[in-house]
């Protein structure tokens, strides 16, 4: 640290004086002391010539004499205690004016350190007027113009939208909620876009954002799948068109979505909808289920208390303005949320067995000219075909998928 000399030099003065004065004080003390020891000798000395002139041993002027040593002895150690005194004095100054220069000394050091803080502060300033990207890339879009005036405050404030690399990229997919419950990380992910709608490319969902995103009352969730840009042929903000794989299966037998609603009266069929708690149907298939899983009274009791809650679900639904198939679908999905939950775990498992194996549609079979009604089993649907579980039908059998009634001509009527 250093200090400005004048207050260096009246530090080593003040430090000199006062070893000086302690010194010449622990001089005074010693003589001080001698001095007194004689005084005390030249009292005893005048008390012992008192007695020998009241008895007149000795004559007036002897006596006189020895009183007048007395008395200049006692003015005398009077001086050097004053002289003490007066040095006692002294230090008491000196030690006053050193904590002085000592107090001032420590003033400066505390200016010096601020000044110091003032530097570091009027540096990191200055650091904050250069702006360095925080990525290597190369700039997307510039939100401001030559003139701009730019603070430390303006922490939300965007100037430019940086990529880093092409060759990573993420896809940004909105999922409806009906929906979402399916989608799980890792889960492959298939697109094309309308640059290059032959080209099919695979992603992979890297994160599900669970914050919801609501747009004239459908509530939709982020999910953010990555993939390689592999040529940097595709470019921020280009439409996907994307189907994500929730679910896989290998050497199937599948059939004809139009097969499942086919019906042989010439009256196209209704596909019959698994949507447990909705409708007749589901409600009849959710008692035959109830029927096969032995529920405690306590649980039929609890079963009650559901009901109620569907209509109120619905209702709510129905005042966001959701078109009815979603109502129904939403309600379906509340309502099983509803009745797992009064189960144990054996009848969860349970519950689910029947609920697969309740996906039974009706098929028509062509056997020599001739149509057979067939009872199947049906697992996923995608691409306009439906996955055969279980049922009497084999790769390569003649399935009805389409019915062409043909009506008579009608031939006008002559009158005679």
């Known amino acids: ?31 001080t002391e001698e001095y007194k020891l004689y005084v005390e000798n030249l009292k005893k000395q005048l008390s012992d010539q008192e007695k020998l002139f009241k008895n007149k041993y000795i004559s ?35 030690t006053s004016q050193l904590n002085i220069i000592e107090a001032e000394i420590e003033e400066v050091k505390t200016l010096i350190l601020q000044r110091k803080l003032t530097l570091e502060s009027a540096k990191l300033d200055l650091s904050k007027t250069i702006i360095i990207s925080p990525i290597k890339g190369f700039i997307l879009d510039k939100h401001i113009s030559i003139g701009d005036v730019l603070g430390s405050y303006q922490k939300d404030s965007i100037m430019f939208t940086i990529a880093e690399s092409l060759k990573n990229m993420n896809l940004e997919i909105l999922i409806d909620e009906s929906d979402i419950g399916n989608i799980k990380l890792d889960q492959k992910v298939i697109f094309t876009t309308d640059a290059f709608p032959e080209q099919k490319i695979e992603a992979n969902v890297s994160q599900i954002r669970y914050t919801p995103i609501e747009e004239q009352n459908v509530i939709t969730y982020q999910v953010i799948a990555s993939f390689k840009n592999l040529n940097e042929i595709l470019f921020p903000g280009m439409t996907a068109n994307i189907d994500i794989i929730v679910d896989e299966r290998n050497d199937v037998l599948k059939i ?3 097969s499942l609603s086919v019906k ?22 959710m008692r035959d289920i109830m029927g096969k899983m032995n529920l405690s009274k306590e649980q039929q009791g609890k ?81 306009g075909y439906t996955e055969i579980l279980q049922g009497e039908v084999k790769e390569g059998d003649e399935i009805i998928s389409k019915v062409v009634i043909k009506e008579a001509e009608k031939k006008a009527l002559r009158l005679f």
């Open 1 to 31: 640290m250093i200090f400005p000399t004048q207050k260096k030099a009246s530090l080593k003065k003040a430090n000199a004086e006062l070893k000086n004065a302690q010194s010449n004080k622990v001089g005074s003390i010693a003589i």
């Open 303 to 383: 079963m009650r208390t559901i009901y109620p809650q569907l209509g109120k679900k619905k209702e709510e639904l129905v005042n966001k303005g959701m078109p009815e198939e979603k109502i129904s679908k939403q309600v379906s999905i509340f309502f099983e949320t509803l009745f797992v939950e009064l189960l144990t775990d054996d009848q969860k498992n349970k519950f689910f067995k029947l609920k697969k194996s309740s996906e039974v549609k009706k098929i028509y079979k062509l056997i020599e000219g001739q149509t057979q009604e067939i009872r199947i089993s049906t697992g996923l649907s995608a691409g």
């Open 256 to 258: 004809k979505n139009a």
């Open 60 to 94: 007036k002027k002897e006596f006189e004499n020895s009183k007048l040593d007395f008395d200049r002895s006692l003015f005398q150690l009077q001086n050097l205690e004053a002289d003490l005194s007066s040095l006692n004095a002294t230090i008491d100054s000196r």
């Open 264 to 285: 042989l009266q010439g009256v196209p069929a209704k596909v019959k909808k698994n949507n447990w708690g909705s409708g007749d149907g589901g409600q009849s298939q």
